[in-house]
C-alpha cells in the first residue's frame, strides 16, 4: 500500500510541473486560456454563405397554366420579371387549375403543417389555419415595410385578418358574381335593356329559351361557383347584409328565417324554368364560358376575374358582351346596385418555411401585389387592391371600362364562403347541388345548413 502511494505521489508531482511548463510558455495574456477558432469558424457566417446560395420559394395557387384571366397573367408576369432581377430566389410555381383539387390538398398539406411557402387561399380557410398555427402572420413583414401596407387600400385585409392578426395580402378587390350577357341574342330575343327587376328577368329568360338558346351556361361541378358567383348575390338581394353579419356574428339570424330561404326558392326557380343547362353539375366554370364563347348561351355568372377570358373569345361574342348583376327583387331587403365583392381570397404564407425564408417571401410577396403589379392589373381593367394613381387607360379593354363604369354605382356585400367556415361551405356547396336538380327544397337545404351552422366548426 505505501509503495503504490508514493507511485501515486510521484505522478502527481510530474503532472503537476507538467501544467506549470505548458502556462508559462503562455505569458500572462489571458486570451492565451481560450481555444483558437476552428476552421468553421474563421469561414464566411452561415448568413453570408447562405447569401450567395439560390432559395427556393414554393407558390402554389388554383390557375391552371393556360389561364388567360387578368389576375393569373398578371401574376405570372410579375413573377417573370421577379426572377430576372432576383437570380437568387427561385419561385417554385405549382398550379392546380380544380378548385376542389386545389382546396382538398392545401387542407391535406395544412393536416401535416407542409403548406407552401405562399399560396392562394381563401378567409375562411386562412381562419381555421391560423387556428391550427400552420399559417403565418403577416403582421411583422407588413410592419417592416410600412409604405407598402399602407398602399393597399383599407378594406382590403378585412376578408384576410382574423384574431386581430393579418393572415393574407391580397391581389385584387374582385366581385364575385357578374352577368355577363350577349346583347345581340337579347336583342334577337326582343330584349332591348337588361331587366331592372325579377319579373322582367324572368320574362327575358322564356324569351331567350324560346330561341333555342340556353338562357344562363352554368359550370357548378366543382360546387363553388353557385355559392360564390350566384347566391352570394341573390341571396343578399332577399336577406340584406345586415343578415349575414348576424349570421357571421352568432348574433341571433338563422338559415331558416324566410328571408334566405326564398333566396334559395329564386335560384331553384330558376333552374325549375330551364334558365341553366341541364349539365350545370357536370361542368366547371372554364366550360360554361365555352358555352357561352360558342354563342350557345346568352349569359353566364361568374367573377370580375372572368373580363380577361370574355376579352380573348371569338370577337362577335366579346364585342357583344355587357355586364350587369342580378335586378331587384319584390320585397327584397338588399340593395338592387349591390353584387357580392371585396377582397375574397389573397395569398398567405405557410408557417414551416417562414423563419428562415421570411425575407425572400416578402420580396415575392411585395412583386405580386405592390403598386407595379397593381398597375398592370388596372391598365387591364381589373379592380386592384393597391392604390394606383396614374395609369395608362387607353390599354384598358372596352368591357373593362363597362365594368370599371358598372361597379363605381355598386356596393359590395359579402361572399359567403370568405366568411362561413369550411365545413358549412362544403354543407351548402354540396345542398346548392341538390337544390339545381331539385333533389331537396329550399327549406330542406335550409335547415341543413342551420345544423352544421350550429355544430359551430
Same mark, same amino acid.
Given at each position: 500500500?505505501?509503495?503504490?502511494? !508514493?507511485?501515486?505521489?510521484?505522478?502527481?508531482?510530474?503532472?503537476?510541473?507538467?501544467?506549470?511548463?505548458?502556462?508559462?510558455?503562455?505569458? !500572462?495574456? =489571458?486570451?492565451?486560456?481560450?481555444?483558437?477558432?476552428?476552421? &468553421?469558424?474563421?469561414?464566411?457566417?452561415?448568413?453570408?454563405?447562405?447569401?450567395?446560395?439560390?432559395?427556393?420559394?414554393?407558390?402554389? *395557387?388554383?390557375?391552371?397554366?393556360? /389561364?388567360?384571366?387578368?389576375?393569373?397573367?398578371?401574376?405570372?408576369?410579375?413573377?417573370?420579371?421577379?426572377?430576372?432581377?432576383?437570380?437568387?430566389?427561385?419561385?417554385?410555381?405549382?398550379?392546380?387549375?380544380?378548385? =376542389?383539387?386545389?382546396?382538398?390538398?392545401?387542407? +391535406?398539406?395544412?393536416?401535416? /403543417?407542409?403548406?407552401?411557402?405562399?399560396?392562394? @387561399?381563401?378567409? $375562411?380557410?386562412l381562419a381555421m389555419f391560423a387556428k391550427n398555427q400552420t399559417v403565418a402572420s403577416l403582421d411583422e413583414i407588413l410592419a417592416d415595410d410600412v409604405a407598402?401596407?399602407?398602399?393597399?387600400?383599407?378594406?382590403?385585409?378585412?376578408?384576410?385578418? +382574423?384574431?386581430?392578426?393579418?393572415?393574407?395580402?391580397?391581389?385584387?378587390?374582385?366581385?364575385?358574381?357578374?352577368?355577363?350577357?350577349?346583347?345581340?341574342?337579347?336583342?334577337?330575343?326582343?330584349?332591348?335593356?337588361?331587366?331592372?327587376?325579377?319579373?322582367?328577368?324572368? $320574362?327575358?329568360?322564356?324569351?331567350?329559351?324560346?330561341?333555342?338558346?340556353?338562357?344562363?351556361?352554368?359550370?357548378?361541378?366543382?360546387?363553388?361557383?353557385?355559392? @360564390?358567383?350566384?347566391?352570394?348575390?341573390?341571396?343578399?338581394?332577399?336577406?340584406? !347584409?345586415?343578415?349575414?353579419?348576424?349570421? *357571421?356574428?352568432?348574433?341571433?339570424?338563422?338559415?331558416?328565417?324566410?328571408?334566405?330561404?326564398?333566396?334559395?326558392?329564386?335560384?331553384?326557380?330558376?333552374?325549375?324554368?330551364?334558365?341553366?343547362?341541364?349539365?350545370?353539375? !357536370?361542368?366547371?366554370?372554364?366550360?360554361?364560358?365555352?358555352?357561352?364563347?360558342?354563342?350557345?348561351?346568352?349569359?353566364?355568372?361568374?367573377?370580375?376575374?372572368?373580363?380577361?377570358?370574355?376579352?380573348?373569345?371569338?370577337?362577335?361574342?366579346?364585342?357583344? +358582351?355587357?355586364?350587369?348583376?342580378?335586378?331587384?327583387?319584390?320585397?327584397?331587403?338588399?340593395?338592387?346596385?349591390?353584387?357580392?365583392?371585396?377582397?375574397?381570397?389573397?395569398?398567405?404564407?405557410?408557417? %414551416?418555411?417562414?423563419?428562415?425564408?421570411?425575407?425572400?417571401? &416578402?420580396?415575392?410577396?411585395?412583386?405580386?401585389?405592390?403598386?407595379?403589379? &397593381?398597375?398592370?392589373?388596372?391598365? %387591364?381593367?381589373?379592380?386592384?387592391?393597391?392604390?394606383?394613381?396614374?395609369?395608362?387607360?387607353?390599354?384598358?379593354?372596352?368591357?373593362?371600362?363597362k365594368y370599371a363604369d358598372l361597379s363605381a354605382e355598386l356596393q359590395f356585400t359579402p361572399i359567403y364562403d370568405s366568411y362561413l367556415s369550411p365545413a358549412?361551405?362544403?354543407?351548402?356547396?354540396?345542398?346548392?347541388?341538390?337544390?339545381?336538380?331539385?333533389?331537396?327544397?329550399?327549406?330542406?337545404?335550409?335547415?341543413?345548413?342551420?345544423?352544421?351552422?350550429?355544430?359551430? *366548426?
Amino acid at each position: 500500500m505505501n509503495r503504490n502511494y !508514493s507511485k501515486f505521489v510521484s505522478l502527481l508531482i510530474v503532472l503537476t510541473l507538467a501544467v506549470s511548463f505548458l502556462a508559462g510558455c503562455g505569458g !500572462s495574456n =489571458n486570451n492565451a486560456t481560450k481555444p483558437e477558432p476552428s476552421k &468553421a469558424a474563421a469561414d464566411p457566417s452561415p448568413a453570408s454563405k447562405s447569401s450567395n446560395e439560390k432559395v427556393k420559394v414554393t407558390f402554389m *395557387n388554383l390557375w391552371a397554366k393556360d /389561364n388567360t384571366e387578368n389576375i393569373a397573367t398578371s401574376v405570372r408576369a410579375a413573377l417573370a420579371k421577379f426572377q430576372e432581377e432576383n437570380p437568387d430566389i427561385i419561385v417554385e410555381e405549382e398550379s392546380i387549375g380544380d378548385q =376542389n383539387a386545389y382546396y382538398t390538398k392545401l387542407k +391535406t398539406l395544412a393536416a401535416s /403543417n407542409d403548406l407552401p411557402d405562399i399560396f392562394i @387561399s381563401k378567409g $375562411s380557410e386562412l381562419a381555421m389555419f391560423a387556428k391550427n398555427q400552420t399559417v403565418a402572420s403577416l403582421d411583422e413583414i407588413l410592419a417592416d415595410d410600412v409604405a407598402w401596407k399602407e398602399g393597399f387600400l383599407p378594406t382590403s385585409f378585412n376578408d384576410l385578418s +382574423t384574431a386581430g392578426h393579418i393572415y393574407g395580402v391580397p391581389f385584387s378587390m374582385l366581385a364575385t358574381s357578374v352577368i355577363y350577357y350577349n346583347k345581340k341574342i337579347f336583342a334577337d330575343a326582343g330584349v332591348e335593356t337588361f331587366p331592372t327587376t325579377w319579373a322582367e328577368f324572368e $320574362s327575358a329568360i322564356e324569351k331567350i329559351k324560346a330561341l333555342g338558346i340556353t338562357p344562363i351556361a352554368l359550370g357548378n361541378k366543382e360546387q363553388w361557383v353557385a355559392n @360564390s358567383c350566384v347566391l352570394s348575390a341573390l341571396g343578399d338581394r332577399f336577406t340584406g !347584409s345586415d343578415w349575414f353579419t348576424s349570421i *357571421n356574428n352568432k348574433a341571433g339570424a338563422k338559415f331558416t328565417d324566410p328571408e334566405f330561404v326564398n333566396g334559395l326558392a329564386a335560384l331553384q326557380g330558376l333552374a325549375k324554368m330551364g334558365a341553366f343547362n341541364k349539365d350545370m353539375n !357536370s361542368i366547371n366554370n372554364d366550360q360554361q364560358k365555352t358555352v357561352y364563347f360558342n354563342g350557345k348561351a346568352a349569359m353566364f355568372l361568374e367573377g370580375s376575374w372572368a373580363i380577361g377570358a370574355v376579352m380573348a373569345a371569338p370577337p362577335e361574342i366579346a364585342e357583344n +358582351t355587357e355586364v350587369a348583376v342580378f335586378p331587384s327583387v319584390d320585397g327584397g331587403k338588399g340593395a338592387a346596385k349591390a353584387t357580392s365583392g371585396g377582397a375574397g381570397s389573397g395569398y398567405a404564407v405557410g408557417v %414551416k418555411g417562414y423563419a428562415t425564408k421570411k425575407e425572400a417571401i &416578402a420580396k415575392v410577396l411585395k412583386a405580386i401585389s405592390g403598386a407595379e403589379f &397593381a398597375k398592370d392589373l388596372a391598365e %387591364k381593367g381589373e379592380p386592384v387592391a393597391y392604390k394606383v394613381a396614374d395609369y395608362d387607360k387607353s390599354n384598358v379593354k372596352s368591357l373593362a371600362v363597362k365594368y370599371a363604369d358598372l361597379s363605381a354605382e355598386l356596393q359590395f356585400t359579402p361572399i359567403y364562403d370568405s366568411y362561413l367556415s369550411p365545413a358549412l361551405i362544403s354543407q351548402m356547396n354540396a345542398g346548392l347541388q341538390d337544390l339545381l336538380i331539385n333533389s331537396v327544397s329550399p327549406e330542406e337545404l335550409a335547415k341543413r345548413i342551420q345544423t352544421e351552422y350550429e355544430k359551430g *366548426n
